[in-house]
């Protein structure tokens, strides 16, 4: 990778899974490690960005050089994005955000009754983090999505990309268990607004990391 093709730029960068509570132990999550863009916060800091790593329920390794972010709840992660977003020159949005979240959070654990065989939690929609900031991003500025998909991948992705107003999206096919959650492994099409697309070999997800940041420098 060519030395510092990122240097003086400041890239947020959002890994991991959020996690929604039900009550005060329990919640709501998915399977999403961190991995992927643990290892874009890596390769972006090896090129020379400031990075700030903005991460859900992580617990792996905190890459070297990056400002490193913990949060728990979708809206954490949105207020500590929208915090950072207007002096950054981008947002590579990697973590998985829940779509719902209970619409209360019970006070106690919630109870097993002997009549009642049937628990509903009603949800409420989080917000879509990458959307908002893909409506009030500025010309110089990029914002790069992710498409986990089961099926239909670049159907799907051509939708996000144009709905979330995105710059580049990378599209990975989580049905496959060899690539994605929690794999050290992956294989992703990264696709552009044009309709372009560029489907990377199964390989590390820091080779994937390194091919997405010499992107990234071109945008
Ligand atoms: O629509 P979908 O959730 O599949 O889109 C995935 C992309 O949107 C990812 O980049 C993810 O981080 C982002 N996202 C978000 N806020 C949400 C849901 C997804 O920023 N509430």
Redesign the pocket.
């Known amino acids: 990778l060519p030395e510092q093709i990122l240097k003086g730029k400041h890239i947020i960068v959002?890994a991991g899974g959020t996690r929604e509570a039900i009550d005060p132990v329990r919640y709501i999550t998915n399977h999403s490690s961190g991995k992927m863009g643990f290892a874009i916060a890596q390769a972006a800091a090896n090129a020379g960005a400031e990075v700030s790593l903005i991460a859900a329920n992580t617990s792996i390794p905190v890459p070297n050089g990056v400002d490193f972010i913990p949060v728990v709840t979708?809206k954490e992660l949105e207020a500590a994005v929208m915090k950072r977003f207007t002096s950054a020159d981008g947002l590579v949005?990697?973590?998985?955000?829940a779509?719902f979240r209970p619409a209360v959070v019970a006070d106690h654990k919630i109870k097993k009754t002997k009549d009642n065989d049937n628990l509903t939690i009603s949800m409420v929609k989080?917000?879509?983090?990458?959307k908002q900031v893909g409506a009030i991003k500025q010309p110089q500025q990029f914002v790069v999505?992710?498409?986990a998909e089961t099926n239909d991948l670049l159907a799907n992705a051509t939708k996000?990309i144009q709905s979330?107003n995105l710059d580049l999206i990378v599209a990975n096919d989580v049905a496959n268990s060899q690539i994605g959650f929690n794999s050290d492994q992956n294989q992703v099409t990264f696709m552009w607004p044009d309709g372009q697309t560029k489907k990377t070999v199964v390989e590390s997800k820091a080779k994937v990391a390194d091919e997405l940041i010499q992107i990234i420098a071109k945008l």
Do not use: E
């Open positions: 959002t979708a949005m990697s973590a998985a955000v779509d989080n917000p879509d983090i990458v999505g992710f498409a996000k979330k």
